[in-house]
């Protein structure tokens, strides 16, 4: 039995968090994070009181098994996993990678459902099952915290699914997890499976059970939370609901959820939930991926009140259309304007009420670019703040290659013709090319003076706040290969947005090309 499993009736309503987000929300296409970043990601879940950090897949490729490695190295309290397929070179290759975890945990898996065992495995029953006692038994002669996950779950028939489960249970697996692969299942069919398998899967109450939800209708959270009240006591889920699809269970909500509805949901995490808007933020600037506005808990919209009944109420009331208060997933208010006169402390303050906490280069560069935007903007609002901060941070994060200067000669006359200059590793290039708008000169220009073959699948701009002189936001997705990669990018310019995000998605473009993997990998739960 694992320290992570509730042992008696005072913890009996602990729900442990085991975040994803480096691994299943990284197949996300185009989410492709540094080291680095993965780093920021893994100090910051485990500083908030996630208990299980699934750092990577170590087999898929040397990237992984190095970001296992070295994730390994910096969690202090979690327990650090590893992904292996139902091989023992997998499961040897993740515990090569998790030799200096202080709490390592194997997980192993393997496809059960009929589809999955005919057109992926190319296996019968009794096969799957095979491989299932040699491979449980193997990851357990080497790791004490052992998890082990039925592929397809919800979609594998009820018989064989107790078999596999139990065979698991009786080979040494301490956790559990039963996935809803592709999002197929009801909150009411969720809950009815795990409590079928506690009441005929023998010794699985020795056992911690776990739920994976993939929100592909829209149902991943509710089927959590389903699961949790059926017996459930591990939720699989990863920040901003980021993964393959439509994602997977968002962290923030099935926490939030159960923070707020303790009346019904009589569980609780070990999250600081003061911490979920930082982790937020941080996940949507390395993977590239926006927050929707309206995305629950985190979401820009998630705490603005637009309609005049919701405004009047909010002013008597906060409570009358607000169920959590903003400081409670880390959203401050502060009456601190910000503009051209504000110095370094009173930016190093408000960067601090936003989460953030540079290092002295990080923060000078900040400044830097806070300056030069408050010197074209009369107030700068948090959100600003925190497109300069995300975009300075992916900058650096993917530093191969970044403007110097754009130029633009365009109008009703004529095609657009742009003049860009670049820094390429540390060598100077410049080059002037017109195109059809200013747009497409611009991106024209950095394909003339960087090799590649990627196509624009994605071009898409929204204001960071109001008004006309607000910044542009700048999302861009790149194909090249089947290889997917997002950059973004924020400028009071949205010409000069645009020309960052399309060079911020070509540095992931040359860091993905690193990441080669030595044998096909199929996409896991």
Request: glycine letters at 8%; aromatic letters at 4%; a negative charge.
């Given at each position: 039995?694992?320290?992570?499993?509730?042992?008696?009736?005072?913890?009996?309503?602990?729900?442990?968090?085991?975040?994803?987000?480096?691994?299943?929300?990284?197949?996300?296409?185009?989410?492709?994070?540094t080291?680095?970043?993965?780093?920021?990601?893994?100090?910051?879940?485990?500083?908030m009181?996630?208990?299980?950090?699934?750092?990577?897949?170590?087999?898929?490729?040397?990237?992984?098994?190095?970001a296992?490695?070295e994730?390994?190295?910096?969690?202090?309290?979690?327990?650090?996993?590893?992904?292996?397929?139902?091989?023992?070179?997998?499961?040897e290759?993740?515990?090569?990678a998790?030799?200096?975890?202080?709490?390592p945990?194997?997980?192993?898996?393997?496809?059960?459902?009929?589809?999955?065992?005919?057109?992926?495995?190319?296996?019968?029953?009794?096969?799957?099952?095979?491989?299932?006692?040699?491979?449980?038994?193997?990851?357990?002669?080497?790791?004490?915290?052992?998890?082990?996950?039925?592929?397809?779950?919800?979609?594998?028939?009820?018989?064989?699914?107790?078999?596999?489960?139990?065979?698991?249970?009786?080979c040494?697996?301490?956790?559990?997890?039963?996935?809803?692969?592709?999002?197929?299942?009801?909150?009411?069919e969720?809950?009815?499976?795990?409590?079928?398998?506690?009441e005929?899967?023998?010794?699985?109450?020795?056992?911690?059970?776990?739920?994976?939800?993939?929100?592909?209708l829209?149902?991943?959270?509710?089927?959590?939370l389903?699961?949790?009240?059926?017996?459930?006591?591990?939720i699989?889920?990863?920040?901003?609901?980021l993964?393959?699809?439509?994602?997977?269970?968002?962290?923030?909500?099935?926490?939030?959820?159960?923070?707020?509805?303790r009346?019904?949901?009589?569980?609780?995490?070990?999250i600081d939930?003061?911490?979920?808007?930082?982790?937020?933020?941080?996940?949507s600037?390395?993977?590239?991926?926006?927050?929707?506005?309206?995305?629950?808990?985190?979401?820009?919209?998630?705490?603005?009140?637009?309609?005049?009944?919701?405004?009047?109420g909010?002013?008597?009331?906060?409570?009358?259309?607000?169920?959590?208060?903003?400081?409670?997933?880390?959203l401050?208010?502060?009456?601190?304007v910000?503009?051209?006169?504000?110095?370094?402390?009173?930016f190093?303050?408000?960067l601090?009420?936003l989460?953030?906490?540079?290092?002295?280069?990080?923060f000078?560069e900040?400044?830097?670019r806070?300056?030069?935007?408050?010197?074209?903007?009369?107030?700068?609002y948090?959100?600003?703040?925190?497109?300069?901060i995300?975009?300075?941070?992916?900058?650096?994060?993917?530093?191969?290659?970044?403007?110097?200067?754009?130029?633009m000669?365009?109008?009703?006359?004529?095609p657009?013709?742009?003049t860009?200059?670049?820094?390429?590793?540390?060598?100077?290039?410049r080059?002037?090319?017109?195109?059809?708008?200013?747009?497409?000169?611009?991106?024209?220009?950095?394909?003339?003076?960087?090799?590649?073959?990627?196509?624009?699948?994605?071009?898409?701009v929204?204001?960071?706040?109001?008004?006309?002189d607000?910044?542009?936001?700048?999302?861009?997705?790149?194909?090249?290969?089947?290889?997917?990669?997002m950059?973004?990018?924020?400028?009071?310019?949205?010409?000069?947005?645009?020309a960052?995000?399309?060079?911020?998605?070509?540095?992931k473009?040359?860091?993905?090309?690193?990441?080669t993997?030595?044998?096909?990998?199929?996409?896991?739960?």
């Amino acid at each position: 039995m694992t320290s992570q499993t509730p042992t008696t009736r005072d913890d009996a309503d602990r729900v442990l968090i085991f975040d994803t987000t480096m691994r299943d929300g990284e197949q996300s296409p185009g989410a492709t994070m540094t080291l680095d970043e993965k780093l920021q990601i893994a100090a910051l879940l485990d500083e908030m009181g996630v208990d299980i950090v699934e750092a990577g897949f170590p087999i898929a490729s040397d990237g992984d098994f190095e970001a296992v490695t070295e994730i390994s190295k910096v969690l202090q309290n979690a327990v650090t996993c590893g992904l292996a397929r139902a091989s023992k070179g997998d499961i040897e290759r993740a515990w090569a990678a998790l030799q200096h975890a202080r709490k390592p945990r194997i997980h192993t898996f393997i496809g059960t459902s009929p589809l999955h065992r005919q057109h992926q495995l190319s296996m019968s029953r009794e096969q799957v099952l095979d491989k299932i006692r040699e491979t449980v038994t193997f990851a357990r002669s080497l790791c004490d915290d052992v998890q082990w996950s039925p592929m397809d779950a919800t979609r594998t028939e009820e018989d064989y699914l107790v078999e596999t489960v139990a065979l698991a249970v009786e080979c040494g697996a301490t956790t559990i997890n039963i996935p809803d692969t592709v999002g197929y299942t009801a909150p009411r069919e969720s809950a009815a499976l795990i409590a079928m398998l506690h009441e005929k899967v023998p010794g699985l109450a020795d056992c911690v059970v776990a739920t994976h939800c993939h929100n592909d209708l829209g149902m991943a959270t509710a089927n959590a939370l389903a699961a949790v009240e059926a017996g459930a006591r591990q939720i699989e889920c990863t920040i901003n609901g980021l993964g393959e699809r439509a994602g997977n269970t968002a962290l923030e909500e099935v926490v939030m959820a159960m923070k707020v509805r303790r009346d019904i949901l009589p569980y609780r995490t070990g999250i600081d939930t003061t911490k979920i808007m930082r982790a937020s933020r941080l996940v949507s600037t390395v993977s590239g991926f926006p927050v929707q506005p309206n995305k629950a808990i985190v979401g820009k919209n998630a705490f603005a009140h637009e309609s005049g009944i919701h405004q009047d109420g909010m002013l008597k009331n906060a409570e009358t259309f607000e169920i959590m208060r903003p400081e409670d997933v880390g959203l401050t208010e502060s009456n601190l304007v910000m503009g051209k006169h504000s110095g370094r402390a009173a930016f190093k303050d408000k960067l601090g009420q936003l989460g953030y906490d540079l290092g002295d280069n990080a923060f000078q560069e900040a400044f830097v670019r806070f300056k030069a935007l408050a010197d074209s903007k009369k107030e700068v609002y948090d959100d600003d703040i925190v497109a300069v901060i995300e975009d300075t941070q992916t900058t650096a994060a993917h530093g191969r290659m970044r403007l110097v200067s754009l130029g633009m000669v365009c109008g009703t006359e004529g095609p657009a013709t742009a003049t860009l200059a670049m820094e390429i590793d540390g060598q100077g290039h410049r080059h002037e090319t017109t195109g059809n708008g200013p747009v497409d000169a611009t991106f024209n220009a950095i394909k003339a003076l960087v090799d590649h073959t990627a196509r624009l699948k994605l071009y898409q701009v929204h204001a960071v706040t109001d008004g006309t002189d607000a910044q542009a936001e700048v999302s861009v997705r790149l194909e090249e290969d089947g290889k997917i990669v997002m950059g973004n990018a924020a400028d009071a310019d949205t010409l000069v947005a645009s020309a960052r995000a399309y060079i911020n998605a070509l540095n992931k473009l040359m860091v993905r090309r690193q990441k080669t993997a030595p044998a096909p990998v199929e996409a896991a739960e």
